[in-house]
T-cell receptor, first 111, second 113 residues
Framework: QKEVEQNSGPLSVPEGAIASLNCTYS??????FFWYRQYSGKSPELIMF????GDKEDGRFTAQLNKASQYVSLLIRDSQPSDSATYLC???????????FGKGTMLLVSP | GAVVSQHPSWVICKSGTSVKIECRSL??????MFWYRQFPKQSLMLMAT?????????EQGVEKDKFLINHASLTLSTLTVTSAHPEDSSFYIC?????????FGPGTRLTVL
C-alpha cells in the first residue's frame, strides 16, 4: 500500500514568515512529486511539481526533495493570510499514472 | 493551466435515486481522467481511472456497479452514482491528465437525503 504522510497541523505562522510544509512517501520508485493547495470547500489547485532530479523555485514557493529520506518539502516565503489553506502533497505512483495524496496540512497565516 | 469543468457543482437527491456527474476538459483532449471522493477533513481518495474508449479501472473497495463511469469522448467523462444512499454524500472531484500533471475540476458536492 503506497502511502503519503503529512502532519495535519494546523501550522500557524505570522504574516511575512516562512512556512515549511513536509511530507514523507513510501514508494521508493516515485519520480514525480506535487504540491496542491486546497481552500475549504474547493477542489485542489496545483502549486508546483518537481521531478526526482532536483528542487524547484517559483516565486515565493520552493519545493525540495530528499530522495534518500523519501521526504518532500514546500517552503512558502513571505507568507500571506491568503496562503491560509490546506496543502496536499501528492506522489505519482511508479509505473502508473495515478497519484497518491497525503491528508494535507492546514496552514494558518495570521495578519 | 488547463481548464476542467464539472456539472453540476452541487446536487441534493433522495435516497435510492441515481445521480450523474459530468467532467469535461475544455481546452485539451484527455485520454485519461480520474475520479476522486473527499469526505470532510479527509484526503482525496482515488475512486477510479477513466480511459477514453475502454472500461474504467476501479480502486480496491470501490463498487463498479454502484459508481458507473463512462468516458465516451476525449473531453467528457461521466460518473453515475446509482441508488445513492446518505453514506454516498461527499465531495466528488474529477481530474484530467495533462502532459505533466493532473488538472482538477471544481468538484461536485453530493448530498443524499
Amino acid at each position: 500500500q503506497k502511502e503519503v504522510e503529512q502532519n495535519s497541523g494546523p501550522l500557524s505562522v505570522p504574516e511575512g514568515a516562512i512556512a515549511s510544509l513536509n511530507c514523507t512517501y513510501s514508494d521508493r520508485g516515485s519520480q514525480s512529486f506535487f504540491w496542491y493547495r486546497q481552500y475549504s470547500g474547493k477542489s485542489p489547485e496545483l502549486i508546483m511539481f518537481i521531478y526526482s532530479n532536483g528542487d524547484k523555485e517559483d516565486g515565493r514557493f520552493t519545493a525540495q526533495l530528499n530522495k534518500a529520506s523519501q521526504y518532500v518539502s514546500l517552503l512558502i516565503r513571505d507568507s500571506q493570510p491568503s496562503d491560509s489553506a490546506t496543502y496536499l502533497c501528492a506522489v505519482k505512483n511508479s509505473g502508473y499514472s495515478t497519484l497518491t495524496f497525503g491528508k494535507g496540512t492546514m496552514l494558518l497565516v495570521s495578519p | 493551466g488547463a481548464v476542467v469543468s464539472q456539472h453540476p457543482s452541487w446536487v441534493i437527491c433522495k435516497s435510492g435515486t441515481s445521480v450523474k456527474i459530468e467532467c469535461r476538459s475544455l481546452d485539451f483532449q484527455a485520454t485519461t481522467m480520474f475520479w476522486y471522493r473527499q469526505f470532510p477533513k479527509q484526503s482525496l481518495m482515488l475512486m477510479a481511472t477513466s480511459n477514453e474508449g475502454s472500461k474504467a479501472t476501479y480502486e480496491q473497495g470501490v463498487e463498479k456497479d454502484k459508481f458507473l463511469i463512462n468516458h465516451a469522448s476525449l473531453t467528457l467523462s461521466t460518473l453515475t452514482v446509482t441508488s445513492a444512499h446518505p453514506e454516498d454524500s461527499s465531495f466528488y472531484i474529477c481530474s484530467a491528465r495533462g502532459p505533466n500533471e493532473q488538472f482538477f475540476g471544481p468538484g461536485t458536492r453530493l448530498t443524499v437525503l
